[in-house]
């Protein structure tokens, strides 16, 4: 509530690309977009805690408190990532609306809703970790726009992995926003291009990798 434009940047990046592919396509190329832009904006929600929590670590000092009260990294990671989850909703429910006007099906839809549940906690998780590594705040704002974009626009978030040469393919596999763009796109019936059992394997093995980081080798206090 004390912040509202926050709204308007988690719109910002993923629907400009979703009106360029719509209007460079003349309209084709939108299942793809809309594939594209929640991973976007998926990615981005997790990866925010890494600039609030840096602010809250170098400047506010409030984790200071944090860490001497029985909380531990993983319940103080999530409270603070779902208050960036609250914002994003309005910006989800509306490409969630945009899949469905696209014939994408209420089971496709509520699959897709967990998929949205791994990605945000392995780029929450993410986030989490190198927010301890922030040597100060404005250096966390531009890691984390580089980051999102090399997690969500250089993989086939907004393609087809299929278009990808064979030598490079391999590569985008083993990054989950691959995984979650090809679930999502088999969701809005462009068909998998990658099979969902792989795909969901590589998700829920990165989310457990990601969440077991933050639970043993976070570097919660200072030495």
């Known amino acids: 509530m004390r912040n509202p434009l926050f709204i308007a940047f988690v719109f910002s990046t993923p629907f400009t690309l979703l009106f360029i592919l719509f209007v460079a396509s003349d309209g084709t190329a939108l299942p793809f977009g809309l594939a594209g832009a929640l991973t976007m904006i998926t990615t981005e929600l997790g990866l925010f805690v890494w600039t609030d929590l840096a602010s809250y670590k170098l400047q506010n000092r409030f984790q200071d408190m944090v860490v001497a009260?029985?909380?531990?990294?993983?319940?103080?990671?999530?409270?603070?990532?779902?208050?960036?989850?609250?914002?994003?909703?309005?910006a989800l429910v509306i490409v969630f609306a945009l899949m469905w006007s696209q014939g994408a099906a209420a089971g496709a839809l509520v699959a897709a809703s967990g998929v949205v549940v791994l990605l945000w906690t392995t780029a929450t998780s993410l986030g989490f970790f190198f927010s301890a590594y922030a040597p100060n705040t404005q250096n966390a704002?531009?890691?984390?726009?580089?980051?999102?974009t090399m997690l969500s626009v250089l993989p086939p978030a907004y393609y087809s992995v299929k278009v990808l040469p064979a030598y490079i393919a391999p590569l985008a596999y083993v990054v989950p926003t691959t995984e979650a763009a090809s679930l999502f796109q088999g969701a809005i019936g462009l068909g998998y291009s990658i099979p969902p059992v792989l795909s969901l394997a590589v998700l829920v093995a990165a989310t457990a990798a990601m969440l077991a980081l933050v639970s043993f080798k976070m570097k919660w206090r200072e030495s």
């Not at 909380?71 to 994003?88: D, H, K, N, R």
């Not at 704002?141 to 999102?148: A, D, K, L, Q």
């Open 141 to 148: 704002f531009v890691i984390n726009g580089f980051i999102t």
């Open 69 to 90: 009260s029985p909380v531990s990294p993983l319940t103080y990671m999530f409270g603070v990532a779902l208050s960036e989850l609250i914002f994003g909703t309005p």
